[in-house]
């Protein structure tokens, strides 16, 4: 169960206090456009019209630790993207629901100039352990209100989506109701609903709750078995198996993203637990990062998906709903970025 929380961590993007981040900052650590880069943001690339669409449904989740939306909102290339996730909403435990950021209205007038939709997460890795506040407010008495607080709150920001990441105990025995429920409101509002989902809480997710999403972001990585043993973390045969599980249960293959990381995993070969560090630092401190998928320096082992990889990724998702990244501000800029490889690969 350790394993699970702690993997959890890092895709909720909390494991800058768990296993430590590259680049302490709390400032834009990639993703960004590189000098003269038009459209904004992540990769230069071929120059490519702000409003031009990604032909592969790409989806994309910005944490706000990684620098306010109004500097995103010049440095993100939305022509790379079709969703962007705004992680994570500040919930209270009387249910109010707000983002702190004060251009988040901004961010959302340029993405949707460009065509982009944005959408913001729910939850994280504080729920894994308890549910957080999330234990009482989707609980018969307190959820009715707090989904009103929920819709109100989408339809004052302009949002185009919601989306459910609850993990662990978050999963509670109200998760169904809370799904369902929202989702009707949303969709009657022209608006949707998605989750990010992983095998390890799978279970918890009834049917009826997995086909209440419009689409489900799966979060196909960290995939090792024991946290102090080197191993790769998100292969393409494991990573598939993650993916191959939602289409398994049910799930409309065209409802199934295929989620990658932009991050890799650092062991020390002696022993001990993995340090995660962004894409872009890695490129930063070894540039021959982006053709390799294993790493050994200094005592170390790290594990990531290459470029190489994720544009083998993206071809995949072609045969599923799209694909989803773990996160843009971890991105690399220029001609290293992740984001302008996926798109490179799928027009």
């Given at each position: 169960m350790l394993r699970f929380a702690l993997r959890t961590l890092v895709v909720a993007g909390l494991a800058c206090t768990v296993l430590g981040c590259g680049g302490g900052d709390g400032g834009p650590r990639g993703g960004l456009a590189?000098?003269?880069?038009?459209?904004?943001?992540?990769?230069?690339?071929?120059?490519?019209?702000?409003?031009?669409?990604?032909?592969?449904?790409?989806?994309?989740?910005?944490?706000?630790?990684?620098?306010?939306?109004?500097?995103?909102?010049?440095?993100?290339?939305?022509?790379?993207?079709?969703?962007?996730?705004?992680?994570?909403?500040?919930?209270?435990?009387?249910?109010?629901?707000?983002?702190?950021?004060?251009?988040?209205?901004?961010?959302?007038?340029?993405?949707?100039?460009?065509?982009?939709?944005?959408?913001?997460?729910?939850?994280?890795?504080?729920?894994?352990?308890?549910?957080?506040?999330?234990?009482?407010?989707?609980q018969d008495a307190n959820r009715p209100a707090f989904i009103d607080n929920l819709v109100l709150f989408a339809k004052n920001n302009s949002l185009d989506c919601l989306d459910v990441d609850l993990e662990g105990h978050g999963v509670n025995a109200f998760y169904e109701a809370f799904v369902t429920e929202l989702s009707a409101r949303l969709k009657a509002d022209g608006r949707e609903l998605t989750a990010a989902v992983a095998g390890w809480f799978a279970d918890g997710i009834s049917d009826k709750a997995m086909l209440s999403f419009d689409f489900i972001n799966v979060m196909a990585y960290d995939l090792y078995s024991s946290i102090t043993t080197p191993a790769q973390p998100a292969s393409i045969e494991e990573a598939t198996k993650q993916v191959e599980l939602w289409v398994a249960r049910g799930m409309p293959k065209e409802r199934v993203l295929y989620g990658v990381p932009f991050y890799g995993l650092q062991?020390?070969?002696?022993?001990?637990?993995?340090?995660?560090?962004?894409?872009?630092?890695?490129?930063?401190?070894?540039?021959?990062?982006?053709?390799?998928?294993?790493?050994?320096?200094?005592?170390?082992?790290?594990?990531?998906?290459?470029?190489?990889?994720?544009?083998?990724?993206?071809?995949?998702?072609?045969?599923?709903?799209?694909?989803?990244?773990?996160?843009?501000?971890?991105?690399?800029?220029?001609?290293?970025?992740?984001l302008q490889a996926i798109r490179d690969a799928v027009p």
């Open positions: 590189s000098a003269g880069a038009s459209g904004g943001g992540s990769g230069s690339g071929p120059e490519l019209d702000p409003t031009s669409r990604p032909s592969l449904r790409t989806v994309a989740y910005l944490p706000t630790y990684h620098g306010s939306l109004s500097t995103w909102t010049r440095q993100l290339r939305f022509a790379n993207v079709s969703y962007v996730n705004i992680s994570f909403a500040d919930i209270d435990q009387a249910g109010n629901v707000s983002v702190s950021d004060a251009g988040l209205a901004g961010f959302v007038a340029s993405a949707h100039a460009a065509g982009a939709k944005v959408c913001v997460a729910m939850g994280g890795a504080t729920t894994i352990d308890t549910g957080g506040v999330f234990a009482t407010l989707l062991w020390p070969t002696a022993g001990g637990q993995p340090k995660q560090i962004t894409y872009a630092d890695l490129i930063r401190s070894d540039p021959t990062a982006a053709t390799q998928d294993e790493l050994q320096a200094n005592g170390t082992v790290t594990y990531l998906n290459s470029r190489s990889t994720i544009q083998a990724k993206a071809q995949l998702a072609k045969t599923y709903g799209g694909i989803m990244v773990w996160e843009a501000g971890q991105d690399a800029t220029g001609d290293a970025s992740l």
